[in-house]
Each structure stands twice: as C-alpha cells, then as structure tokens.
C-alpha cells in the first residue's frame, strides 16, 4: 500500500529562524507541523556522531540490551555530550515551542530529553515490541490527568531526527485533525492501550487483537477513522516533529540492520505540576565529579535556566540573601547574576 505522506509546510528556509504562521497553524489546528531546517547542521552531526559512539551498532550482541524503546536509557539531559544539551537549551528550539504554545520562552519548562535507539529487526513482535506500534496518544504516561480543550494546549512534543527516511525508513506516523467535529478526534481521548481499565500494550497487531476483545466499539473506532488515515513523516537527517500530547500518531518499523536514532523532547508550560518529567530531576546529577550540571546552570542564559526551573529574574524566591547564596554556590562556575540582581 502507497504510504500517505505528512504534506504540510515542510518549510526548507525559515525566516530569522522562527516558525511561520504556516507551521504554528498546523501544530494548533492539524496537530503536528515537519521542519527540516530548525537546527544547525554541525550542532546534529555532533550529536549524531556521540550518539553512535554510545549506542551499539546493528546486529552487535549488545544492541539487545536496546531493543526497548523506553525513556529511562542513559541518554538523558543533562548529557555527556555537550550536543545532547545543546540541542536541548537551543534558543530556536525554545523560541519554536514558545511560538507554538503562545507564550515567552521564560514560561516553558523542559520536561524530557533524551535520545532513543530504534534498531530494525525482522524478529517477531512481543506486546512491549515498538517496532509497529499501537496508534496511541502520549499524554498517559506524561499526564496525571488528560490533555486540555485542543485550543489550549499546554505541552509541545518533539522527535529530532538524527537520519533520513531513505536511510532508515520507520518514520513516525500522524492523523491530522480535521477541525472540532473530526471523527478521529472525540473527546475525551480513552479509547486506545493503557488508559482506564485497558491493559498497555505496544505492538500494533497485538494491541488491536486486544482492543477488539475488550473494548470493540474502540476497536472498530480505531480501525475506521485512525490507521486508515495516518500519514507519514518522512524525515530527513535533522528534521523536527512538533506534535502535541493530544495528536493519534505511532511509531513504524524501522528498516532490518538499520539504526534510527532521535531525540526526544518534551516542553509544558510553567505551572503544570501535573505534566511529569519522564527521568531524573535535573538536581540528581548535581554530585557528578565533574559538576556538568552545575557548569551548565552557570553557563546558560538566563532563558535556558528558566526552562529548566532555576526562578527567572524578578520571582519571589529572589532576595538579597537567597541571591548571594545562589551566587556562592555558583560562583566557582562563572554565574553572572545580575538580570537577577537588576530586577530585585
Ligand atoms: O518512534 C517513533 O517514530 C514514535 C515513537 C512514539 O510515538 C512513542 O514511543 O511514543
Ligand atoms: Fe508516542
């Protein structure tokens, strides 16, 4: 069957750098916008380079150890590699999300980063298996509760892509929204694996057979109105999905003896205590020897630190004492407080 492919404002020169109203469109209205030129070409291939030093290459015996498409692998922010954390603060990224979300970058928080493996395998699928998998949204396992009205989102999803559909294939696959009344899209969103009393369960095949057992109206629901209306984004070595907690789309085979590698990124606004981070707090690495996390506080702007939940200048934690404080943990890594000072 001929693939649909994601056609939409596949920009290839954004203007300053910033997403057009064609992409934010897309993202509030459809669910997801495909950038190919957000990020800067050496920043990727730095990263894709420390990534390929870190993960094992196909079909070693110890690419086993990552058939399992989870979050909590050791590819995390804050990151050895210093492009891992540099995509992850990049001021484009932020301005992009910010953009989509409607809000100032001082009021997104960063509640995941991390760079998963996808090898492709002709083996055949247990229910965990990502290699097919089930089209589900992401919000159970990022959200206590369910993703708010479509017109007021509160989170921004991303896959940074680290190859090239030709080279890999298993490029993600969206529904796009086709406006309120869009059958695909009911509210609320409970008919898919692993929300309410439904068992999780990955793998497509398995996740429908299991579907039209215990819950057939979801069944049919699923069958009719999402797979057959997927299109996929073909992606290119650097290429960003935008999509959203609340937008059906699903992971797909990834080509045998191949290794696509991407990272995953996920920004809320302020105040959602009940969006989670999906790994470690950032302070968990703070003991390291070599105090990578505390050089990268000091070392951020003063955006980047907001995002990741330091008070931005002018916050009621700020006092002269709790600044001075701050500035002596800091200072043997350089801070430069004074935006904090300014706005006391
Ligand atoms: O790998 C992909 O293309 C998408 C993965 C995904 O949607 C997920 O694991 O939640
Ligand atoms: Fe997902």
Redesign the pocket.
């Known amino acids: 069957m001929e693939e649909a492919t994601v056609s939409y404002f596949q920009s290839e020169r954004l203007i300053n750098n910033r997403l057009d109203d064609e992409h934010i469109r897309s993202w509030r209205d459809r669910g997801f916008t495909l950038v190919h030129d957000l990020l800067p070409q050496e920043l990727l291939a730095a990263l894709k380079h420390d990534a390929l030093a870190f993960y094992p290459e196909p079909n070693s015996k110890a690419s086993e150890r990552y058939n399992d498409?989870s979050s909590s692998q050791r590819f995390v922010f804050p990151s050895r590699s210093t492009a891992f954390n540099a995509i992850t603060l990049h001021p484009t990224l932020l301005q992009a999300v910010a953009d989509l979300l409607g809000v100032s970058v001082l009021e997104l928080r960063l509640t995941q980063s991390d760079l998963?493996p996808?090898y492709g395998s002709d083996a055949s699928p247990n229910a965990d298996n990502?290699a097919d998998?089930r089209m589900?949204c992401?919000y159970p396992n990022h959200s206590l509760v369910h993703p708010p009205e479509w017109d007021h989102p509160d989170a921004v999803e991303m896959?940074v892509y680290l190859n090239s559909y030709d080279e890999c294939e298993?490029?993600?696959?969206v529904v796009p929204r086709r406006g309120p009344d869009d059958p695909a899209y009911p509210w609320p969103i409970t008919q898919t694996p692993g929300v309410g009393d439904l068992d999780y369960i990955?793998d497509r095949l398995q996740a429908e057979a299991y579907m039209a057992e215990h819950d057939s109206r979801g069944a049919t629901f699923r069958a009719e109105n999402l797979y057959p209306r997927e299109e996929v984004a073909k992606y290119r070595f650097g290429s960003v999905l935008l999509y959203r907690h609340d937008t059906w789309?699903?992971?797909?085979p990834v080509k045998p003896d191949t290794l696509?590698l991407?990272q995953?990124l996920t920004f809320t606004k302020s105040d959602r205590e009940w969006l989670s981070p999906l790994h470690s707090a950032w302070s968990w690495s703070m003991y390291e020897p070599d105090k990578l996390m505390e050089k990268l506080i000091a070392q951020a702007t003063v955006a980047q630190r907001t995002v990741l939940g330091f008070p931005a200048p002018g916050h009621e934690y700020w006092t002269a004492h709790t600044l001075a404080a701050v500035e002596a943990r800091y200072r043997a890594f350089g801070i430069d407080m004074t935006e904090y000072h300014n706005a006391l």
């Open positions: 498409f998963w996808k990502n998998q589900h992401d896959i298993g490029a993600t696959a990955n789309h699903r992971g797909r696509r991407v995953n």
